[in-house]
Nanobody
Framework: VQLQASGGGLVQTGGSLRLSCTAS????????FSWFRQAPGKERAFVAA????????YYADSVRGRFTISRDNAKDTVYLRMNNLQPEDTATYYC????????????????WGQGTQVTVSS
């Protein structure tokens, strides 16, 4: 499975962005798609996840209520809508697929896309 992330950019505090992650290859075996982020000097952290077939979504406490993860199975694409962005949301965002067990752990994913930079100015 190959993942291609896009949609990052520079936005002011309170603004919005939508990230996209398009998958190619054998997506039929994927269970979850997720977004992680990594700020300079920090570890890569879980942001949100969605089951590829089914409805459950999962969010980090820091983004719940502001970010929404969704999927379009027909397009093999997962989205992350980010509203009310804050400077602390500044990071490189990565999409990931096919967790082994713990969807919240970056070590559990088999596939990663390249990062897309999100910068929120104050």
């Amino acid at each position: 499975v190959q993942l291609q992330a896009s949609g990052g950019g520079l936005v002011q505090t309170g603004g919005s962005l939508r990230l996209s992650c398009t998958a190619s290859g054998q997506t039929t075996s994927v269970n979850h798609f997720s977004w992680f982020r990594q700020a300079p000097g920090k570890e890569r952290a879980f942001v949100a996840a969605v089951r590829w077939r089914g409805s459950p979504t999962y969010y980090a406490d820091s983004v719940r209520g502001r970010f929404t993860i969704s999927r379009d199975n027909a397009k093999d694409t997962v989205y992350l809508r980010m509203n009310n962005l804050q400077p602390e949301d500044t990071a490189t965002y990565y999409c990931a697929a096919d967790s082994k067990s713990d969807i919240y752990s970056r070590y559990e994913y088999n596939y990663w896309g390249q990062g897309t930079q999100v910068t929120v100015s104050s």
